[in-house]
């Protein structure tokens, strides 16, 4: 009786794919950001000293996306990116952070992918440690009121449907009535 049990459950398992699968065969997943992790409040380049500050952008939803010029999923995945922040410009931000590249590979990236989004040059891997991306590409998704809601690690086309899923709710919601 038991063995049938077992044989049962290992044919059910074998004949429906787990979400986890379907996950890795699409090439990202999303993690939730940690509910005792407090997100840092800036991004300073230890190189350039720029600094970004996400309260300055309180109101809009951000995407924070962390990139290398090595990354071939990163370069896949740059044009939809590019063309979401065009299409969303009002309702998001979409930042970028380079890992750890030399200036030269940085700007070549940049040419061959036709990145035009604010970039700010990580060379140390200080703010990649500090979100805690490991995965290239890694995109942190901030909701429109600041807080922190994941993490997207891999490619994905962020103007098609899975991406649509993970933005809508991270947008200014207009309360019922307003036009």
Do not use: H, Y
Not at 145 to 166: H, M
């Amino acid at each position: 009786m038991q063995r049938r049990r077992l044989l049962a459950a290992s044919a059910a398992a074998c004949a429906l794919p787990s979400a986890r699968l379907v996950r890795a065969e699409s090439g990202f997943d999303v993690q939730p950001w940690p509910a005792n992790k407090a997100a840092p409040k800036e991004l300073i380049s230890i190189e350039t000293g720029e600094r970004w500050d996400l309260a300055q952008w309180r109101g809009v939803a951000v995407l924070l996306n962390f990139w290398a010029s090595w990354c071939e999923p990163c370069r896949q995945e740059m044009p939809s990116m590019q063309r979401l922040a065009a299409s969303r410009a009002a309702e998001m931000k979409v930042l970028t952070v380079n890992f750890k590249d030399v200036p030269i590979a940085m700007e070549r990236f940049m040419a061959q992918t036709g990145l035009q989004l604010p970039v700010l040059r990580d060379s140390d891997g200080a703010i990649a440690r500090q979100w805690g991306v490991r995965v290239f590409p890694s995109t942190v998704l901030v909701d429109a009121e600041g807080v922190v809601r994941s993490t997207v690690r891999g490619a994905i086309d962020w103007t098609g449907p899975a991406a649509q899923q993970l933005i809508r709710p991270l947008l200014r919601r207009v309360p019922a009535g307003v036009a």
